[in-house]
């Protein structure tokens, strides 16, 4: 078998031994590619080493990618959107720099959390994705829920006798997203569930949460002023806390097409 390399061109032997050897080291990428590659290194003349890395790195690249399409499946977004895709010229309060910071991710290892704040349609639940996907794209394992359905989920292990279980399996997701508080006043246990949560999390565990309700009104929202400051208070022991203004974003594009010459729009068509 080690003859047909001397003679340099692989038998069947070779090859089929190649075959075995990765998919018990399963790793099909190399299965896939060693053949082209190698007959790319004899055109090129690349050194051992150099069709080593070529191979390994497909193999590594490959790997990544998979990792990052299973994490982004298993995160549940509603949505896929990227923080490439916000437009800050519609948020110009917003402090860019915190979001770039944010975007590095570097606060989910120290479990830091974020907190988005603003009337509906300013684009909270499209950042919380964007930055879902960041979290996704460097690793971290990612669960995304409304408030309402984290409540439902709690409510079910706890009805279960299993709230301490569940809150303990929740810490292998490195960041939580808890969209929309507010939207929904929280009963009593509910909002007692809340707080689990959210102090199970506390320098365990990062939390990004979303709400169109200043802090001032969390009260409300929970049903007791008491619970909310309490929650806050662990919220944003460690926390960027960003608020977004301005109009909807999804009425303001209306607007703008509505607002849009029609005949301009035609001479543009025709002219590209
Ligand atoms: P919110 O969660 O604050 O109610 P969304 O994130 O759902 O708002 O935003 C509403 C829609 O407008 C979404 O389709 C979102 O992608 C879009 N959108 C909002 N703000 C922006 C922005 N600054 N740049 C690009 N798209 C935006
Ligand atoms: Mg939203």
Redesign the pocket.
């Known amino acids: 078998m080690l003859g047909d390399t001397t003679r340099g061109h692989v038998g069947t032997d070779l090859a089929a031994h190649i075959a075995y050897l990765t998919r018990v080291m399963k790793t099909p990428t190399i299965t896939a590619i060693w053949a082209d590659l190698a007959v790319t290194a004899r055109r090129e003349g690349w050194s051992h080493e150099e069709y080593l890395v070529a191979v390994l790195a497909r193999q590594v690249a490959d790997r990544e990618a998979n990792g990052t399409a299973l994490r982004t499946a298993a995160a549940h977004f509603p ?1 896929i ?1 990227s923080l490439e ?7 110009p309060g917003l402090r860019r720099d915190v979001l770039a910071h944010l975007a590095t991710t570097t606060y989910i290892p120290t479990a830091g959390n974020v907190v ?1 704040l ?12 964007g930055l879902g996907i960041k979290a996704v794209h460097a690793g971290h394992p990612v669960l995304f829920d409304t408030a309402t359905g984290w409540i439902t989920r709690l409510r079910d292990a706890h009805q279960h006798t299993r709230l301490a279980h569940e809150l303990h399996r929740l810490r292998r997701y490195r960041l939580l997203i808890i ?2 508080v507010g939207y929904i006043p929280f009963d009593h246990e509910a909002a007692n569930l809340f707080f689990q949560l959210i102090s199970s999390r506390y320098e365990q565990g990062s939390v990004l949460v ?1 709400s ?1 309700m200043p802090f001032g009104r969390w009260g409300e929202v929970f049903g007791d002023d008491v619970v909310a400051a309490a929650m806050i208070d662990r919220l944003v022991h460690h926390a960027e806390v960003l608020t ?1 203004t301005g109009d ?3 009425t303001r ?1 209306r607007r703008e097409l509505l607002a849009k010459d029609p005949t301009a729009t035609t001479r543009t068509t025709r002219t590209t």
């Open positions: 949505a959107k895709d916000f437009n800050t010229d519609h948020q988005l603003g009337p509906p349609g300013v684009g909270k639940t499209h950042l919380a994705i969209d929309e979303t169109n977004l909807s974003y999804r594009t």
